[in-house]
């Protein structure tokens, strides 16, 4: 049986982690804050240094908030590249830019090992119930090996190509999708709301008929019962993503005014101090005060 | 059985008249282009004037481009509205304003006829199939009356109460919503296609995952293989409907910049004549032609 | 000497009324709020009807908020228009649409008397001081008979051409501009402010040397001080001009999306009650509030 | 007499350059494309590497296109930062980063020599009348020093204290805001146009009324006859600026719409092929596109 470290155990890895566990695998964790893998059941080895963690396993998997905490990880002092065995696999699963994920495959080539980049959608309950979409990028022969991981994370895994920045052009796209989304149902639903019309009414008819998506049918609520609590996905990371994205939108030389839009909606949730409250609340909460309600 | 006659016979009402045809009602239609009825089946009688397409009906169902037509064929020259026989119903199918929708319901009550709200969602296949999606507002008892004929139309009937515009608000926000989705989608697909990845691809994904609705799913697949043939609607009428949301929002104070965005990409379809082509190539073309792909 | 009536003495029309009085005219006025006239000093007959005020007079001028108070005083109950002498000129100085200006144009001329497009630019000082700049648009004798008059209210007269409605659009796309730049400044100073720069230098900088206008100092100066009181043009009249340029624009299919962005700003302001303040607080202010400053 | 060494001959460049020797100033110069120093007149020795240019000068004056060019110039291979002598002065007039200027200052700092922030307002005629607005930041004796010779280069010099990056942070500023009118004199001109009137007879009030200032006056000029050769400032640059303004923008937590909006002017500019054009064309020729005129 592979021998697995899994590197970040926040919101996101906990679940994910447990699934391995209940798998059979025995895990190598390490997270910067130790006391995380204390809820983890299962054949668990607690490291604190990443280096130390991924020592001759065969898969590493990170999941961590950002590119610099990854490049920390990955590259700082008592990083765990240089630590990786001959052939073994690094998944990286953290949303990061593609720039990032490109400079990583290279090390790791150099270094002897193998990236895999494969970002995922869903909230950390999916995480918990292996219900996550994984998009891949990356080597042909290292997604054949990591297969079988991954199927014990998600509920589908879907390729795109060989390029190892494409899976991450994906994720950010989709969570730009999803700003976009809520900029939509926000002004539409207060639209309503000013027009006399009840919110959650309108949210429901849509989220039941022509916008019956997940992204509409959850975030719709939130959006139309105007419900910020309990933070799932904090502003500070909805402006992450969208500065990535404009980011990787400047790189392609692509004019995007609505990722311009709920941008600049996300970083007025920052510089107001706001940057831990829900994204939810950074975008719908913004549209309300605009419009006096 | 209730005697109807239903009045416009375009991409959307030929379909839903064949259904009422389909279930054995006798219909009194006018068009304003006479030939459009030849293709429906049934029990039709064709009138060259409104006003004696309506005589002795009990229902009354348009089904008209814009608030213009309906006002015109309701209280122009032969319009129909005086002559609907005392406690008639006008079941209002258009996609108009809400304050239209207002008029003409006080206009109806001083007639001693009923005016019921009751907008669609769905493509012309969609009315073809009787699988639209009803919003209705008004009269309560209108509505009980009205109910088996819009059963025939569609495959589900969504109230707003008693507010005559307020089914039209729901309209116009959903149609608002659908621009914006299209943005959205165009955006996303663009910049990923400028990081070298395929858009159809991506649409795919996202249409089969966290955004498998049908619009995301049927635009998607539009917007994703640039294919603005055949003109399914056309960009001077989704300008037409986003400035009658433009005008929502003025009314009810109601700042609402990704409407504005949307807003000024239709007029500049029109402005540049091409207000016959699909709204998908007024939003998404649009999209290309400033990224320059 | 020309017998002039003077309607409209608000903030602006009352310097101008003063500046007819100092040339020696006698002036037949009328305010809606009648005491308003009570600090003109000259030879001065207060009204209580618009129709008696401007019976027997060669010259209307109005000086109002909006088309609908000018349609009213002229068209309303004891309504001027109807009661002008066969000959006499509308001199129309309010900022209102080109299309009231072109209706009333007309009914003029079929009541047979004369309608003259004057719009102003300029603050109350200005029109205290006479020095307002005036756009003229419509009949060449009408202008020549109006030049004398209203070579006393400013300090140039700007003609543009025999189109009733033109003045008015220079009016208003005047209008835009200055909300636009006051957003420019806005953004400008707050982003040098959060580098750590000092405002105030800022501004005075800029409107010393490449900015060196009148609006850009005056406006500049404001703006750099967060200084919102006394008010000078209120939101709500600001946001009536940002309307009256949308509607123009859609009228003229002309997308303008930093229109858009000025008309969110000052319906947002509106829209939490907060009309009555400064157009540079609803504008410049907002941009404060979304940077956290 | 101090000795000076000039680096970067080109459009605006050279007239300074040119000042200076009229000043009987002897200049090393060097610039990439040697013949460009060919139409200089006075006392010039012409090299053909940086370093060997700044060998024993006691003012080095940088006047280049981009932050990577200067930093190449000064740190790459014949780098002139490393040669230049104890206590001599780097007069960076180029526009770029307050970032740039920041390390520069440091980097100069400990090289023992002295950095001074001094970037320009004007185009290449006023550069060859001695004619531009000099922004300054840094050390109070450095800019004593350089005092001098920045007088014959500019009609005034406007100081923002000591903090190295301040008067690029005033320069970018600027330069937004520039942008910022030419869109607003775009929208306000075609605006105009498409209501029927002259947008050369509409400029030119402006510039002789209240938008009385150079930046008015000239760009309005251009914008009004849709003149765009030639090519005064490069739309790539123009985006470049706007680029690095939005960097200073998300390093100080600054939501800045209006410069979103004319960055992805020119970023649809640059990706349309068209980065050489002139800004104007990019900006004004964006909006007339739009609106089909």
């Known amino acids: 049986m592979l021998k697995i470290a899994f590197i970040g155990l926040g919101n996101m890895g906990i679940g994910m982690a447990q699934n391995l566990l209940n798998a059979n695998y025995s895990l190598n964790v390490y997270n910067r804050t130790k006391d995380k893998s204390s809820t983890l059941k299962g054949d668990v080895k607690v490291f604190d240094q990443p280096d130390k963690a991924v020592d001759g396993q065969d898969i ?5 908030s950002d590119d610099e905490t990854l490049n920390q990880l990955a590259n700082g002092e008592h990083g765990f590249l240089a630590s990786m065995k001959n052939g073994a696999i690094h998944i990286s699963m953290s949303t990061i830019s593609p720039d990032t994920s490109r400079e990583l495959y290279n090390m790791h080539k150099i270094a002897g090992s193998h990236y895999l980049t494969a970002p995922v959608f869903g909230r950390p309950n999916a995480a918990a119930e292996a219900k996550l979409f994984i998009c891949t990028s990356g080597d042909v022969e290292t997604k054949e090996k990591a297969k079988a991981v991954l199927e014990l994370l998600g509920q589908g895994i879907y390729d795109f190509g060989t390029e190892p920045g494409a899976a991450n052009v994906v994720k950010l796209a989709g969570n730009f999708m999803i700003m976009a989304s809520m900029e ?5 639903f207060t639209l309503a ?3 006399g019309l009840d919110r959650e009414q309108v949210a429901e008819f849509f989220g039941n008929t022509v916008f019956n998506a997940p992204i509409y049918k959850n975030y719709g609520t ?13 502003s500070k990371l909805g402006f992450k993503d969208a500065r990535l994205a404009s980011k990787m939108a400047l790189d392609a030389q692509m004019p995007a005014p609505l990722l311009s839009l709920v941008y600049n909606r996300l970083l007025s949730a920052v510089a107001n101090g706001n940057g831990e409250n829900d994204w939810v609340e950074g975008i719908a ?9």
């Open 193 to 195: 709301e000013k027009q």
């Open 222 to 234: 939130l959006i139309a019962k105007k419900q910020y609590q309990p933070v799932g996905f904090k």
């Open 60 to 64: 590493v998997i990170t999941m961590l």
């Open 184 to 188: 939509t149902m926000a002004e539409a």
């Open 285 to 293: 909460g913004s549209v309300s005060t605009d419009a006096g309600v």
